[in-house]
């Protein structure tokens, strides 16, 4: 029996929200006795160059990816692009938008955050990274639950975002973003496979059917975040329409002992599937 070769296809770096490299990324990937590991980081490729030379140096594919952030129906949705054409002008334009709209955001979050008498500023949450030595190129909420609980507001970055930065928290806010399907097609016309991310944690069956229905090439059945149902449920869903079953840990990195959302490799799938992302 040939023995069977795996792939983490979810992970991110410090080039968005990550606390690790993108080199540092790679060299978990082979610890953990992949063959492969995709760099997905929040719309954006610029972690990419840096994960490849490592890739080219310790024997690792690493697979050029990125997560998109989309809104549909007031729900946060994230689309998973793979071996697109990350030197695109086109598509570095339309992501560079996306973080524009991030800032936006974060702008927004801080404001709330100030009127709940948690006074927080931008420049205090990029000292903060610059502290961690992060050569961060993304900021978004997890920037700032760092901040909060290095502030002593909240306790851990999961209360941060229970209390405050996740939907239904005091201080969530959730601006005007593309929707999935244009996300797609920026995926497809750069040359890439397009996948839906973590379905279960949507909450919202219309959702996921109405985007597969819309047509896009994979789901991410296989997640930290889900539970044995949930992948069976989005296994048999995928098979059912033909579409790409990929796995992904989530991984963005270890704090204060508690790694987000899960070790690089604790998902992981057969990587004959890259064939497949390829074509």
């Not at 993108?22 to 990419?48: C, E, K, M, W, Y």
């Not at 005091?170 to 929707?179: F, T, W």
């Not at 987000?260 to 599937?273: E, L, M, N, P, T």
Request: charged fraction near 25%; glycine fraction near 10%.
């Amino acid at each position: 029996m040939d023995m069977i070769n795996y792939v983490d296809l979810h992970t991110h770096t410090t080039a968005s929200d990550g606390v690790c490299t993108p080199a540092h990324n790679v060299r978990l990937a082979l610890q953990a006795g992949l063959v492969a590991v995709a760099i997905t980081d929040h719309d954006t490729v610029s972690g990419i160059d840096e994960a490849r030379q490592e890739g080219e140096r310790i024997g690792i594919e690493v697979v050029p990816g990125v997560e998109i952030s989309t809104v549909e129906r007031g729900v946060d949705v994230h689309i998973l692009g793979y071996y697109m054409d990350d030197k695109s002008s086109i598509f570095n334009e339309r992501l560079a938008q996306l973080r524009s709209t991030r800032n936006i955001r974060n702008d927004l979050i801080l404001s709330r955050l100030s009127e709940l008498g948690i006074g927080i500023t931008m420049n205090e949450v990029h000292d903060h990274l610059t502290k961690q030595k992060s050569v961060d190129q993304t900021l978004g909420r997890p920037h700032i639950a760092d901040v909060l609980v290095a502030r002593g507001f909240v306790h851990t970055v999961a209360e941060a975002f229970e209390l405050y930065l996740g939907k239904g928290g005091a201080a969530y806010v959730n601006p005007p973003r593309i929707g999935p399907k244009e996300a797609i097609e920026w995926i497809r016309e750069a040359g890439g496979k397009a996948v839906l991310a973590h379905p279960g944690l949507y909450n919202n069956e219309d959702i996921v059917l109405d985007i597969i229905q819309y047509g896009i090439d994979g789901i991410e059945a296989y997640h930290s975040d889900h539970n044995e149902e949930q992948q069976q449920h989005y296994y048999e869903l995928a098979t059912r329409h033909g579409l790409i079953v990929t796995a992904g840990s989530d991984f963005h990195g270890t704090k204060a002992g508690v790694t987000f959302h899960g070790a690089i490799g604790s998902r992981r799938i057969d990587a004959r599937i890259l064939e497949l992302l390829k074509e």
